[in-house]
């Protein structure tokens, strides 16, 4: 895939991207095209095979998958109640994995959350080392201080 197209989906799955009392999410009927579906009937069997890794892993699948009801207008004035879901980060990788290969959208996708989810265990390894250095810091002060008050304690 030329640097160009990743550099664009990229920039483009992100400018989905919805926040709401703090909380990141995309609408499923937004990632449906993003990631080359024209039929919702197979987008939503992507989703499906997604909340069932959901709830396989050990969380909630409403947390990621919560769904919600719009209004869309019809011909001649009409409305119609369709179901679309908000996605967590976490549920569009889900959907990523579980989604067609074969399609370039969904292996641009499943690159793109592969790379995301090293650079997040990089930077928790990153904290962990600074916590642990920090941590040890404090011990050799600790140390230093209680050496120095032992030597200051005349002799029994």
Same mark, same amino acid.
């Given at each position: ?50 909340? &069932? ?41 889900? &959907? ?9 959208? &969904? ?50």
């Amino acid at each position: 895939m030329e640097k160009e197209i990743i550099s664009k989906l990229q920039k483009t799955f992100e400018d989905y991207a919805k926040l709401a009392d703090g909380i990141e999410f995309w609408l499923a009927r937004d990632l449906q095209k993003l990631l080359g579906y024209d039929k919702w009937e197979n987008f939503l069997n992507a989703i499906e095979k997604a909340k &069932i890794a959901c709830k396989n892993s050990g969380y909630e699948v409403n947390n990621h998958f919560p769904d919600i009801r719009k209004t869309i207008p019809m011909p001649k004035g009409a409305t119609k109640e369709i179901i679309d879901f908000m996605l967590t980060r976490y549920a569009c990788y889900l &959907i990523a994995q579980n989604g067609d290969p074969r399609k370039e959208e &969904i292996a641009f996708a499943q690159s793109y959350f592969a790379v995301q989810t090293r650079k997040q265990e990089l930077i928790e390894q990153r904290i962990a080392l600074q916590e642990r250095l920090q941590a040890r810091k404090k011990l050799m002060a600790s140390e230093t201080e209680l050496s120095r008050t032992i030597g200051q304690r005349p002799m029994a």
